[in-house]
């Protein structure tokens, strides 16, 4: 049973910063992608920043030079640090996995493992 727990949501003002983690359990994911999607009211969710194959670190446009995505194996954890956020992050935040090698860990739909989600508000 794969299980997924997010924490470190909360609310900031705009230009600020937040970490997430997800702490994984009931599974290895080396090599599959494992990755955060958000979804914020209204809206579809969208893959934010995901970890592939070999380490490969992938981020949406719209959070490169802004976001950090990191996984620590040993703590078999995953990280989002979040700097310079806008009020526009403001969405509920998943962490998700797939039980599938390869594919796009940007791609919402390749994730077949979520998390209960951890709410992030930015404020302007």
């Known amino acids: 049973q794969v299980q997924l727990v997010e924490s470190g949501g909360g609310s900031v003002q705009a230009g600020g910063s937040l970490r997430l983690s997800c702490e994984a359990s009931?599974?290895?994911?080396?090599?599959?992608?494992m990755g955060w999607v958000r979804q914020a009211p209204g809206k579809e969710r969208e893959g934010v920043a995901g970890v592939g194959w070999a380490g490969r670190l992938s981020y949406a446009d719209f959070v490169k030079g802004r976001f950090t995505i990191s996984r620590d194996n040993a703590k078999s954890t995953l990280y989002l640090q979040m700097n310079s956020l806008k009020p526009e992050d403001t969405a509920m935040y998943y962490c998700a996995t797939s039980s599938r090698s390869g594919g796009n860990c940007l791609d919402p739909r390749w994730y077949n493992y979520w998390g209960q989600g951890t709410q992030v508000t930015v404020s302007s």
């Open positions: 009931g599974y290895t994911y080396s090599g599959y992608c």
